[in-house]
């Protein structure tokens, strides 16, 4: 993206600290947010969102269990204001499923992929393409029994880590590059989900329908895809690692490759992993460390993908929920729910390494960031 654009940042939250999706504009150059508006949409948590890459629609999901007095949560569909930033609902639905955690869009941005945390269940949703509106799902899956150990088997030593063993947890849901292949993590069960997509939004088992996680009660979380479609990381919620995957770009298949702790190899003690990223180059992998409060930088080895850990940096805040860097890639922000703060760090693009900006942002429990580009 040019820096001579405009630069928007829509900021999720967690009520009731957070009101709802707060509107920042944002200085390409110092990396500083200035907010434009309070509040631009005011449902409840919307912790999760997505926009698409006209900068035209955000979706976002309200992170409940109570939608219209039901036991579900709310996806919203929201158009975004060309000389403003400013958002208006479209429209909004149930997301078939208890506390929506994470939104995605496959690459002809005609379907929003939804995983529902509290209901471990994933569902489609097709997209119109002239009024941008939702539509009814095209597709839902709900896991059973199944569940991992309580104890991460693969934590560092001195970890109690235990988030999410009592029932299936849908958290991540996303397609390949070329958007004919999906993939959902389940952390309740240590498992990733393995699909076949159409384009209408049908879902298919892919053959493995599945397979386990790295180690027992590891925790499965956030997938990310390297930029030259062949390379998967996932960040372990409760193992507090990350492990690198093969992709078959033939066949929509995954295959371990490497696991790699999120820490120094002194640590010792209890974290949860959040948030994971790719530097825009793709030589660099960046995975947040909640209760350690930490950003791990690992170096990407581009011809089998392999990390090597570089350093942990710390966060200057509590509890961070999620990473991002933006367009530029010149600064990546710290989403640090309990402390309701963000933080902002420099990036080295050569090697990737943090530099913190001593400058904090104030929102109540920030969950979420994404940016539009005007």
Known sequence: MSSDKTFYAYVGTYSPNGEGIYLYSVDP????LLKRESVVCSVTSPAQMVIDAQSKTLFAASEVDNYKS????CIVALSIDQSTGSLTQLNELDSLGTWPCHLSLNPKESLLLVANYGSGSVAVFPIDPATRQLQP???FFEAKDNVGPTKAVGAQPGSFSNSGHDAPHAHWFGTDPSGQYAFSTDLGQDRIYQWKLSDAGALAPNTPAF????SAGCGPRHLVFHCNGKFVYMLNEESSAVTLYHFDQSTGLLQQ???LSTFEPSYRGSSFGSGIILSQCGRFVYAANRLRNTVTLFSVEQTEGT???VEEVWTRGDFPRSIVIDPLGNHLYVLNQRSDNITIFTVDKSTGRLSFIDRYIDVGSPSQMVFASI
């Open 307 to 309: 990390l090597t850990f």
């Open 257 to 259: 490759r490497q696991t």
């Open 137 to 139: 799902s095209s597709a």
């Open 211 to 214: 397979i386990d996680g790295p």
């Open 29 to 32: 150059k110092t990396g500083l």
């Open 70 to 73: 039901g036991k579900n949560g």
